[in-house]
């Protein structure tokens, strides 16, 4: 299990100019949450803070059409800050545990070959886009792009 990104849009993780990406893929994580019950309305989202942790990362095959892909899986610790539509209107911070997977295959959408070596590469997350909209009071919408890439390791 290993901490890839976190606090906010971490790019440190990201591609650099000059880095090899052999292989990559991106999946959104999206959709819509509330806050938790025990917890005031929303009056402004402020901030948000992500943790990735990646639970899974491993080379598996597949039968049709035959060939390999890299799974890799994890949990998205997602938080976000908000002051509350309260007379005080304090600020409050709501944490939401986010579930992911994605396949990775080679950059033009092939299949990996059969003696692809999972240990030869780095598995990086960067988070490429965070964006939060209320929707009401009690939810809001949010949109975050990962992007998930293969870096071999250095000799």
């Known amino acids: 299990m290993a901490v890839f990104c976190s606090s906010g ?30 917890k005031p309305d929303i009056e ?32 998205l610790d997602f938080g976000v800050e908000y002051i509350a539509d309260v007379p005080d209107q304090k600020v409050h ?4 545990e986010l579930p992911f997977q994605a396949l990775v295959k080679n950059n033009d959408g092939s299949l990996l070959p059969f003696d692809f070596d999972l240990n030869l590469y780095n598995v990086h997350i960067c ?19 990962l992007l998930i890439w293969l870096q071999p390791k250095a000799d």
Do not use: W
């Open 9 to 38: 849009v971490v790019t440190e993780l990201c591609p650099k100019p000059g880095d090899t990406v052999s292989f990559h893929t991106q999946i959104l994580v999206n959709g819509m949450l509330e806050i938790p019950e025990q």
């Open 93 to 96: 911070f709501a944490h939401y």
């Open 127 to 145: 988070i490429e886009h965070v964006e939060v909209h209320e929707v009401d009071g009690r939810s809001f919408l949010k949109e975050i792009v």
């Open 44 to 75: 402004e989202l402020l901030n948000t803070a992500i943790e990735i942790t990646v639970h899974k990362a491993l080379t598996i095959t597949v039968k049709a059409p035959v060939g390999r892909k890299v799974l890799v899986a994890g949990t």
